[in-house]
């Protein structure tokens, strides 16, 4: 039992350790509802510095079917910032995109995630 509450403790202060880092992204999944295959839909999500230090981000889309308004932001202490963007839809069924977000010297990492499903035209 010991050996669980330790290990408990362990992964708690690695997951808050991410958490603390002052940013919060929002939504971190974004529900597309239905979209036609071969089509386009744009979404938005906001990242908010909560710290009292600026942070450098890196905005990747996992794939080239996704485009940002921006691949880098310096976000400066108490500030909020809005991504926008769209995805090209090239499968049927259900799908999820992703896109990632990290600080540039590597010390967190974000994920959001993109959700829907694909019909024919």
Do not use: W
């Not at 890196?58 to 932001?73: G, K, L």
């Not at 977000?101 to 010390?107: H, N, Q, T, V």
């Amino acid at each position: 039992m010991k050996k669980i509450l330790v290990l408990s403790a362990v992964v708690m202060s690695l997951f808050s350790g991410c958490k603390n880092n002052g940013l919060v992204v929002t939504p971190s999944v974004i529900k597309l509802g239905n979209v036609a295959e071969n089509d386009s839909v744009h979404f938005s999500f906001s990242i908010r510095n909560s710290s009292h230090q600026t942070q450098s981000l890196n905005i990747m889309p996992e794939c080239e079917c996704t485009v940002v308004s921006t691949e880098h932001v310096l976000l400066q202490p108490e500030i909020k910032t809005r991504i926008s963007g769209s995805v090209f839809i090239d499968v049927t069924d259900d799908f999820n995109k992703y896109i990632y977000i990290d600080a540039a010297d590597g010390s967190f990492f974000y994920t959001v995630q993109l959700t829907g499903r694909s019909c024919k035209k």
